[in-house]
């Protein structure tokens, strides 16, 4: 009889260090999966943001474009040449635009802008491309200007 106790306890205990066992593997494929998937979500940050931002950020910029062309009337105010001109630009000249924008763009500033824009406030759109606007930026839309200009 003993010997079968034994055998049984034998059998229990082996039983217990398979159940223990299977859990510290499982235990150790869980912690692996979340290693992975923190390195991962770090790689994204690192490699895909980026991306993802600059996407952003010129798609920001084409509808802001968008936006002071539909608003051309109000920025041209008592310029109605302004208008003409910012209707007749042709999609290099957009896209010019758009990447001059885009390189300054951030939240504060966009709406900044935009609540210029939206106000027909041209005096100080001018002021805000002359303290944030490179001199190759300007010249760049003082060349575009003068493509359209009569």
Do not use: C, W
């Not at 802001?64 to 003409?84: F, G, H, L, W, Y």
């Not at 001109?85 to 635009?97: A, G, N, Q």
């Amino acid at each position: 009889m003993t010997y079968s106790k034994n055998i049984i306890g034998d059998k229990e205990k082996m039983s217990k260090n398979i159940r223990k066992n299977n859990k510290e593997k499982a235990l150790v494929k869980a912690i692996a999966v979340i290693l992975i998937l923190i390195v991962v979500v770090l790689l994204f940050i690192k490699l895909g943001m980026p991306i993802v931002k600059k996407n952003l950020k010129k798609a920001a910029a084409e509808k802001t474009m968008d936006v002071i062309i539909d608003n051309s009337d109000k920025i041209a105010a008592e310029n109605p040449e302004v208008a003409r001109i910012l209707d007749k630009l042709t999609e290099e000249d957009k896209e010019k635009v758009t990447q001059i924008i885009e390189n300054h763009m951030d939240a504060e500033s966009v709406k900044e802008v935009m609540g210029y824009v939206s106000e027909g406030d041209k005096e100080s759109l001018i002021k805000y491309a002359a303290e944030n606007l490179t001199p190759e930026e300007m010249i760049e839309l003082a060349n575009i200007y003068g493509k359209y200009a009569e």
